[in-house]
């Protein structure tokens, strides 16, 4: 576990600023242990509350705009002029995932550089003018231009949403708060499977799909107006008083003192120094990004964009209608989200991590299972449904929504914001080639084969969640980071 690195000079930090040279390190794990006493009590999630509900807007576009064009896409070939291209429409989908790449990459820059709130209001501006482009285009180019700047605000906005989460929420309600994330990303898919739905009946009505999109990230933009900055990012910048004020609006004014306490203690005086791409991969913090960038490979290693891809085809094979086997996936999905969000705070993040990514391994032994039989059983068929809906659903129990919310806990506060932008960029780049490689290798090496490769995979994260994560729950971001200290 990440607790075994306390004695690794890799976390060996700068001088601390004069304030704070009398503090003892050697007090870490008591802190740790016994955080929860230094308060009569704990702040109110109803404060923090409205400003989580607004960052979620951004999940909630980000599920929307990853299924927008399932059901269109024909509709969008058609009207373009490029029907029956398979390349041209794979394009459609793929360019979206580049900009998301390319978004994820300066992410962290530019939440460290402008601040949450404003990173916020930036990536809501490419989707808004990509989906106004991509509805109003009468070409292919004017379409994958379109994409493309959604997904740079794809890019920017779910790892800005994990910070900003993460460090506005109350230590005993941040892991259901995280939840939320994933609860949004869910009703983001379902919805633009709904809005889809006309587009058979309606002559262009994928440009609607589109246009609806904008209503959300305008929504972010203005409703960010009214949201806290981060309390984090302003004490790194020096504004102590703007932070304490903040702490008041979603802690309570009883809590800043406490909470402008801890984050002193884990001011080192080195957050002026700039962090760039080597220091992340081979500095000092290179252990926990090694972590964080590893539970996202497996994430997508795992095969979970592969089965949401290859589901309405096993559907269809079993007699079962492609809107039918949508609404059932994204049942198993929600159904998984309500799950983590009822246990995040109670089982804690890393139980819930085990079990998942097991599950998920227990679902495609099943999905194996079903490939050896004949194909024309329809032993065969519900094996193979089932096995889906399960896999999905433990997806969505904690390899889905965990690795977005305990990376931000577990990363240091001067790199966390660059940090997770290089693991969410690990995430894009791996997501894309899963579903670039998918179809090819089912042609070549066959279901049996291919499921047990993700399988394997799955088995390889429990392993490695047993080995590397630790618990986070309950506890304060500074608790977390003063307990991975060295000694």
């Not at 790449?101 to 460290?112: E, R, T």
């Not at 993460?166 to 005993?172: C, G, Q, Y």
């Not at 309405?312 to 159904?335: D, E, M, Q």
């Not at 799950?339 to 109670?346: E, G, R, S, T």
Request: glycine share 10%.
């Amino acid at each position: 576990m990440l607790g075994r690195l306390h004695g690794s000079s890799m976390y060996k930090r700068g001088t601390s600023r004069d304030n704070m040279d009398s503090f003892d390190i050697d007090d870490n794990s008591a802190l740790l242990e016994n955080g929860t006493e230094q308060e009569t009590s704990t702040p109110s999630w109803k404060l923090s509350f409205p400003h989580v509900l607004v960052a979620t807007i951004v999940s909630f576009l980000f599920g929307y705009h990853l299924g927008v064009v399932n059901e269109p896409l024909e509709s969008i070939a058609s009207d373009l002029g490029f029907n029956g291209n398979t390349l041209e429409e794979g394009l459609v989908v793929s360019t979206c995932l580049a900009g998301a790449f390319l978004g994820s990459l300066a992410s962290g820059w530019i939440a460290d550089g402008v601040g949450r709130r404003r990173a916020f209001q930036l990536c809501a501006l490419p989707m808004i003018v990509g989906s106004a482009l991509s509805a109003t285009t009468g070409t292919l180019v004017g379409m994958l231009l379109g994409r493309f700047l959604v997904g740079i605000g794809l890019g920017v906005g779910p790892p800005v949403a994990s910070l900003y989460v993460t460090e506005v929420s109350p230590a005993h309600v941040r892991g259901t708060y995280g939840s939320f994330i994933q609860i949004a990303t869910c009703f983001g898919l379902m919805a633009s499977l709904l809005v889809g739905i006309p587009v058979k009946s309606i002559v262009g009505w994928w440009r609607y799909c589109f246009w609806i999109s904008t209503i959300p990230a305008a929504l972010l933009a203005l409703a960010m107006v009214f949201c806290v900055e981060s309390p984090h990012w302003l004490y790194k910048q020096g504004r102590i008083a703007e932070a304490e004020a903040e702490f008041g609006r979603i802690f309570g004014v009883p809590h800043v003192k406490t909470a402008i306490t801890e984050l002193a203690k884990i001011d080192r005086g080195d957050e002026a120094d700039s962090v760039n791409l080597s220091e992340l991969m081979l500095g000092r913090h290179s252990r926990v990004v090694f972590i964080g960038s590893t539970l996202y490979a497996l994430q997508q290693l795992s095969g979970i964009n592969a089965v949401f891809y290859f589901s309405s085809t096993v559907f269809r094979r079993a007699g079962v209608s492609s809107n039918l086997a949508n609404v059932l996936v994204g049942i198993a999905n929600l159904t998984g989200s309500i799950i983590a969000l009822i246990l995040m705070d109670k089982l804690g993040r890393r139980i819930l991590l085990l079990w998942s990514f097991f599950g998920m391994a227990a679902a495609m032994a099943l999905q194996v299972f079903a490939a050896s039989l004949p194909a024309s059983t329809s032993g065969s068929f519900y094996l193979s449904i089932g096995g889906m809906l399960m896999f999905v659903l433990t997806f969505a129990t904690g390899a889905g929504p965990v690795p977005g919310l305990l990376l931000p806990e577990i990363l240091p506060s001067r790199i966390r914001a660059k940090a997770m932008a290089f693991c969410m960029s690990v995430h894009w780049v791996l997501n894309f080639f899963v579903g670039l490689m998918f179809l090819p290798l089912l042609e070549q090496i066959g279901p049996q084969l291919l499921y047990s490769i993700f399988g394997t995979f799955c088995l390889m994260a429990v392993v490695f969640v047993k080995r590397n994560v630790m618990e986070t729950k309950g506890k304060s971001l500074q608790e977390i980071e003063i307990a991975l200290l060295p000694q």
